[in-house]
């Protein structure tokens, strides 16, 4: 992922109000070793039930405001985030709503998924699996899960974009 300014990430969000754009904190940009992600995701350090994911897409960086839902998944249930498809406990995987882009999302429209909770698939797919018959180059392993979360990212994303 190319690195991103303060500036290009406000700038970058289709789904938010002008409130909730100026209540957003943004992360430590200094510390994100950016070539090592697909997408930058945070969750808001005053607000927790808000989360913001922010990627580069056709050539420029596409923000998206999420909100985790209220309830948790049971313990002992498991599931697996959409993004970077990797099972894991159920409280570490949170249905996120995105508010649609435009009218419609004023309107109460929203598109949802489940998302890891700590927004952290990046750092997921990278996990490198031991080498195998099955997977004899584990750099090629994380290449391919890469490139299918950034394909889910994109679907979810023209979700959010689409009027309703």
């Known amino acids: 992922m190319q690195a991103l300014t303060e500036a290009q ?22 510390e994100i070793v950016w070539e090592d992600r697909e997408f930058l995701g945070w969750r808001d350090a005053h607000a927790i039930h808000r989360g913001y ?4 897409r056709e ?3 596409i923000g998206l405001l999420i909100k985790a839902a209220g309830s ?3 313990p002992g249930i498991s599931a697996m985030c959409t993004l970077c498809r990797t099972p894991r406990p159920g409280v570490q995987v949170t249905l996120f709503t995105a508010p649609r882009a435009g ?17 952290g698939c990046s750092n997921l797919i990278r996990i490198v699996p031991p080498k195998s018959a099955m997977q004899p180059d584990p750099d ?16 979810f994303t023209q979700s959010v974009l689409r009027a309703s």
């Not at 990430?9 to 200094?30: A, C, D, K, V």
């Open 103 to 119: 009218q419609a999302g004023i309107d109460g429209s929203t598109v949802g998924t489940y998302i890891c909770s700590d927004l």
């Open 140 to 155: 090629a392993v994380i290449a391919t899960r890469a490139v299918g979360l950034t394909t889910r990212l994109d679907s």
């Open 59 to 61: 050539g420029r960086p």
């Open 9 to 30: 990430i406000r700038e970058s969000f289709t789904n938010i109000t002008e409130p909730e754009l100026e209540r957003m904190t943004l992360p430590g940009l200094h």
């Open 72 to 74: 948790r998944t049971r």
């Open 53 to 56: 994911i922010v990627y580069w």
